[in-house]
């Protein structure tokens, strides 16, 4: 059974996947790496000669290549599940775990990261916040679990998934 972490920029989705990967000994993937190892250049690039779209298309293609995979554990992008084919992708390839943060958390978490080409310019908690409120109803809708990753430590929450994952096999 694969697992699938998808969540905000700054949930934790990398840090806790990598901790889950271990505890489980599984392999772990994060889905922006891929396509930057594959790209050979960095998100911020992408997006600056692509735009949102193009990169967009690219996540969507490492999302399936990967997601085809058995017993993984899987970071996605913070917007991955804007589009409704990786929603599919996710729901019918392995078990989806929602890592929630406040906005609070999440600001501390982003504001030094220029990695993030739809955080750059003008008032970050506002685009955060603007962010959630699209994604957060996709997010809640394709999770087969929620786990808020707020003042906890990545292996805490890892256990906290392991646990819930025990409970459902």
Do not use: W
């Amino acid at each position: 059974m694969n697992i699938f972490l998808i969540g905000s920029m700054g949930a934790g989705k990398t840090t806790i996947g990598r901790q889950l990967a271990k505890r489980l000994k599984r392999p772990f993937f994060d889905s922006d790496h891929a396509l930057v190892e594959r790209c050979g250049v960095d998100i911020p690039t992408i997006f600056e000669f692509e735009g949102e779209s193009g990169f967009r298309d690219r996540e969507s293609q490492i999302i399936d290549e990967l997601s085809k995979q058995t017993d993984i554990v899987l970071a996605t992008g913070g917007g991955a599940v804007l589009r409704p084919e990786n929603r599919k992708m996710l729901a019918a390839r392995g078990t989806v775990i929602y890592l929630r943060v406040t906005l609070e958390n999440q600001h501390l978490r982003t504001s030094a990261d220029r990695n993030r080409p739809l955080l750059q310019g003008g008032n970050l908690m506002e685009k955060l916040k603007k962010l959630r409120d699209d994604r957060e109803p996709l997010y809640l809708a394709l999770a087969d679990h929620t786990v808020d990753t707020d003042n906890r430590t990545p292996n805490n929450v890892a256990q906290t998934i392991q646990r819930k994952l025990e409970r459902t096999t």
